[in-house]
Nanobody, 118 residues
């Protein structure tokens, strides 16, 4: 399974950005998917998760109410809509696939950088 995240960039505080993660080489529709991020000098942290049906979603407290995770199984793509961005959202964002739906993320994308200026 290969995952490619894209859509990052430089934005101002309060702006919105949508990240995409395209999957290939596996059965995307059967995987739970997650988004993680890693800020400079910090450990990687969980951001959001969506189960294979797209109905069940989960968020970290830091992004709840501002970020929305969704997926299009027909396009093998998962999205992260980020609204009301803050400077502390600055990080490299990674998508990951959890084939067993046990929060064990086996496959990881290469990351896309998001920079939020104040």
């Amino acid at each position: 399974v290969q995952l490619q995240a894209f859509g990052g960039g430089l934005v101002q505080a309060g702006d919105s950005l949508r990240l995409s993660c395209a999957a290939s080489g596996g059965t995307f529709s059967s995987y739970a998917m997650g988004w993680f991020r890693q800020a400079p000098g910090k450990a990687r942290e969980f951001v959001a998760r969506i189960r294979k049906s797209g109905i069940n979603t989960y968020y970290s407290d830091s992004v709840k109410g501002r970020f929305t995770v969704s997926r299009d199984n027909a396009k093998n793509t998962v999205y992260l809509q980020m609204n009301s961005l803050k400077p502390e959202d600055t990080a490299i964002y990674y998508c990951a696939a959890d084939p067993s739906d046990t929060r064990s993320y086996i496959y990881w994308g290469q990351g896309t950088k998001v920079t939020v200026s104040s």
